[in-house]
């Protein structure tokens, strides 16, 4: 130790015994500022998002030459009027002053996002709590909703402005990777509708990280700005949106992962004259260039049967599948095997996965995977999965990654019948769609040409829904018209199947109209939005998330793999190890930056973890859990948590791998700190 630094330290310690120093030649080393703390809590501090592009100052009213830019974080350290002392760590290092109108607070890493579906209302963004509670709690909640929306998109064309609405959600779909946004919540109530539904209201700002403009004054629910007028096109639902986009560019993929183990012989037959004959017919209608098939066979671990061949394999992509020549030579190689595997169950998920992941999905605004099997899949967990997922992580990872449905054509053949109940309950997980009906089709007795009508019955469908849409807008730009309504074919009532596939298809086209015009969220400073849809409770218009760097979440995979290794191995026992995943997620939910020291089993209590989740407005499933409750769980119930956790570090790996799916939110490059999405918050422990 240096005699400078020796000396220092002794004036530090007599001024804490009250000695006075002023005789002395050198000062103290001045102790770093700390950020505030939230009201109310011990250990959380308080932080803000950047709201609009900003610049940084070096005191109030004194700007220095660099900007800020929207969705950045920063802990606060002072507040004086309408100016806030930030930094970006909890060190007291790099302060400077920004002013509070360009920042919103950001209490937890929880945030909304609005949810894309043909089945919702356009989301309505209230004044305040009154006005929401005021359709809540209205006898007809649907009616009354109807009534102020009709009155705000009145204001949206130029009449009188809402007196209860600050805004309306897109009629089409934000693209959160060319116009990312999150909706940092402020606060929370639950209220109850008539019927007894419960739906949470939400205090909620909106932070872009595409401003319009910087440093303009957003709208403010204290002072409710008039609803813009908005640009017109009518969609195929008869509603308004934005500058019609012209419709010949948006195709259909669809790619068939067939089953190709011992006995699929027919199913594989079945397949390739039910698509021969969509070729054929699209080359007559002149409907050759909107769609391409893809197809991928599967088996199961080659390892464990050599003579199995594959696992799986492409026969044809979808650049290939544009051509009729190329997919049916595909199919000409694709036959069953020659030998059986180690039993019933078989990898379907490495065959969808291999479609997510493998295959070039770019170009096509209708994206559907179709899987056709006779067996049930091998889960998570399972010691020959190739995944290592869930159905419901292999379904979030194709619509996350990929943006397609899964489709699941299940041919219950006599042979497998001991299996139809647990492969039906996976693969209707597997299938299920966000506020809509799973798209699994139940193929009775496995019967071929049952499955082969339906498979052209399907295919025919998408193919002729992609054609309507761009007819409907070519007939628009034709007449010079905004747009005009388009009428998508409307499959037999009695046919669920093929009603959901029709849903699914009016969403994707949704989500392509608001890729192409650019569709952002509406710019909204304060407002209050419900969870539930008022005409239909059981759907929920929000996808509520987590917002992560890319190296947050490195740091999450990595933290749980050395807690579940511990566990594991006996190294902690079941307290400390529910302690540690518990903190995790709390990390992930408050501090995302703090969640490697959990990797350590000392630092498992460095924060009151029920600090953390006190107040948060949605909850993890270990979040969910108390301490008593854990030591409550049989040992199989807790090996089943420890399961799940290897399934949740598999999804992070497989998001890692997604680079098309961060966002460069502040332009600097592709390092990990600045790539960032909202991840599904059932993506947490």
Known sequence: MTLLRFSALIRCALLGLGLPLCSLALACP????????MEGK?????RVLIREITPRHSAPDQPLPDMLKPLQAFYVYAREGDWLKVGPEETGADLFWVRASATTDWKQNIVATLEGSENLGRLMFFDGYDSAYGVVEAEDPALAAAALRAEAEAAEAGGPRSERLVALGPRTTVDMRRNLYVMPILSSEEAVFENGNFVNLLQVAVARANPDRAGAPPASAAAPAPLAAADEVVLEDGGASGPAASGSSYRAGVVFVVDTTISMQPYID??????????AQAGRSGASDKFAFGLIGFRDDAAAVP?????????????????????????????EARVSTRSFREDSYAGIDQAISALDWTGFGARFIVLVTDAGPREAGDPLSATGLSAEGLSALA?????????????????????????????????AQPNGDPLYFPIENGTPEIYRQKAHDVGAFIVDQVMRFQDSAAGAAAAGLPGSPAVAPEPDPADAGLAAVAS??????????????????PDVFEAVVADRDFDRPGLKPLSIRVLISKSELSDLQEALKIIVQSAEDNVIDPDKFFAQVLGAAADMSRSPDKV??????????????????????????IMAITNDD????????????????????????RYNEATDAWVDYLGTGAGAAALVYPMRLDDLP
Do not use: C
């Not at 001045?30 to 703390?37: D, M």
């Not at 199995?308 to 694709?334: H, I, N």
């Open 270 to 279: 079945a397949t390739r004259a039910a698509l021969a004959e969509i070729y």
């Open 399 to 431: 619509r996350e990654r990929a943006q397609a449905a899964i489709m699941v054509m299940h041919l219950r053949t006599p042979k497998g019948a001991k299996d139809h109940a647990t492969a039906e309950a996976a693969y209707r997980r597997l299938a």
């Open 596 to 621: 490697k020291r959990r990797a350590d089993a000392s630092l498992a209590d460095v924060t009151a973890i029920s600090e953390y989740l006190e107040g948060l407005p949605y909850k993890s499933r």
């Open 307 to 335: 003579g199995l061949e594959y696992q799986t394999r492409t026969f044809v992509t979808l650049q290939d599948g544009a051509s009729p020549e190329k997919f049916l030579a595909g199919m000409e190689e694709m036959t």
């Open 630 to 653: 854990w030591l409550r769980l049989s040992i199989s119930e807790q090996q089943t948590v420890v399961n799940e956790l290897h399934e949740k570090i598999e999804r992070y790996s």
């Open 504 to 521: 699914v298809g009016r969403t994707m086209h949704l989500a392509w109209l608001g890729s192409q015009k650019g569709e952002k969220a």
């Open 30 to 37: 001045s102790r770093a500022e700390t950020p505030l703390l």
């Open 42 to 46: 011990t250990s959380l501090h308080q």
